[in-house]
């Protein structure tokens, strides 16, 4: 079977980006034929596939001359916000990837096409392979995209129903899927995010840290994943432990970069870690002690899982799709602390009022895992089983079962 993946981002550097590159390597067990369309800018490389299957779209080039649209308004890379580009830029846009996906339909000849983002390229998509299998998968940014742009929705975004199939990362994702875009419910399966299990594992020896306690926090550093407040929650706990520390990974524009040199002041115990893969990521977070997510907004919050199968204990808002996943045994085990959300409009932003309480329910949270640190408290062989089942060796074997189905 050939198999070919579209997305409009860099394959890496987000949720969405992570979950597309596991998938093409989780179903490489099962001895498909793969390709691949995706963006890069900035000399990126992929590695994942061997370059005569990858169909690369370049963006900052001559025919691109601006960075990549990002399904988020701020990535983790150089990015252009959908909802900013001009008619020039969308006509540019559309000429470069129906492109490539032509070339990609020409010299592969797919079986089956998996198309991430229900947006604009999962339209373009639907047109080009009209006699493939078509597979769209919800991210959930595509759905806040919906939500906020219906303008540009109703322009570019059309015949997603066309789709033979849509995978959601969870339950509570399907009826709004079907309420933003229209697509029969019936359509809909669930089949939720994991870790890359070769790349997200324990250290062999434990923790490492020493006396200190270490907390990582690794996303995009802007207000909607929370990391302002972190630093806030981080300083009450710091008067209780001293011999904590907290590592924020990530790569701020200059007006959040402003913002968290403020914030850490004269802490010296608090650090801005530049990291640019999966795999030196897993390498640093591996022998830390605490992951904390603290966003306003998930899809799935993949991340969260990642620190569970390295290790880690983990603080996370609760996000429904994430709580879901891991379901009761692992949620109410201890390795995972939820915190309650402030009140939400426009999908991500907090009402200030709740802040407050929110910084201090944070650092409650924080507080009960740094103890558990502390004590020397491991994860059960058990709760250890639980948090395998979503790797993406599991996965894939589910997303092969449906392609199979579906054919």
Request: charge should be negative; glycine fraction near 8%.
């Amino acid at each position: 079977m050939k198999i070919l993946h579209v997305l409009a981002q860099l394959p890496m550097r987000t949720g969405s980006g992570v979950y597309y590159s596991n998938l093409v390597e989780g179903l490489k067990a099962f001895g498909h034929e793969q390709a691949a369309v995706f963006a890069v800018q900035d000399g990126f490389e992929w590695g994942v596939l061997p370059d005569n299957r990858c169909f690369p779209v370049e963006f900052k080039s001559e025919a691109l001359p601006f960075p990549i649209a990002g399904m988020s308004d701020i990535m983790p890379y150089d990015n252009t916000v959908y909802s900013s580009m001009n008619v020039t830029m969308l006509s540019q846009w559309q000429v470069a990837f129906e492109g490539i996906l032509g070339m990609a339909k020409t010299h592969f000849q797919p079986d089956v096409v998996i198309l991430h983002h229900l947006w604009m390229l999962t339209s373009m998509g639907i047109k080009i392979f009209d006699e493939q299998v078509k597979i769209g998968v919800c991210h959930n940014t595509d759905l806040r995209q919906g939500e906020q742009n219906p303008l540009m929705k109703e322009m570019f975004v059309e015949g997603l129903d066309k789709l033979d199939a849509v995978f959601s990362l969870s339950d509570d994702q399907q009826q709004r899927i079907t309420d933003v875009f229209g697509i029969d419910p019936a359509k809909i399966v669930t089949m939720g995010g994991g870790f890359n299990q070769n790349i997200f594992y324990p250290h062999t020896d434990g923790r490492q840290g020493g006396d200190k306690i270490h907390i990582v926090y690794a996303a995009k550093i802007e207000r909607s994943k929370g990391v302002f407040e972190l630093i806030e929650a981080f300083k009450e706990v710091y008067r209780t432990y001293p011999n904590i520390h907290l590592h924020i990974i990530g790569t701020p524009d200059e007006t959040n970069k402003r913002r968290i040199d403020e914030l850490i002041g004269s802490y010296d115990n608090i650090e801005l870690v530049h990291i640019t893969s999966q795999q030196v990521l897993a390498g640093y977070m591996r022998g830390k002690d605490i992951y904390v997510m603290p966003s306003y907004f998930e899809g799935l919050g993949l991340i969260a899982i990642e620190s569970l199968a390295t290790g880690l204990r983990v603080v996370a808002t609760e996000i429904e799709a994430l709580m879901s996943l891991l379901g009761e045994k692992v949620n109410k085990s201890g390795v995972i602390e939820y915190v309650k959300l402030p009140r939400i409009y426009n999908t991500d932003k907090p009402v200030e009022e709740d802040v407050p309480q929110f910084v201090e329910d944070l650092a409650d949270k924080l507080a009960t895992q740094v103890a558990r640190v502390r004590k020397g408290e491991g994860f059960t062989k058990e709760i250890e089983s639980q948090i395998s089942t979503h790797s993406w060796a599991g996965i894939a074997g589910r997303i092969n079962a449906e392609i199979l189905k579906l054919l």
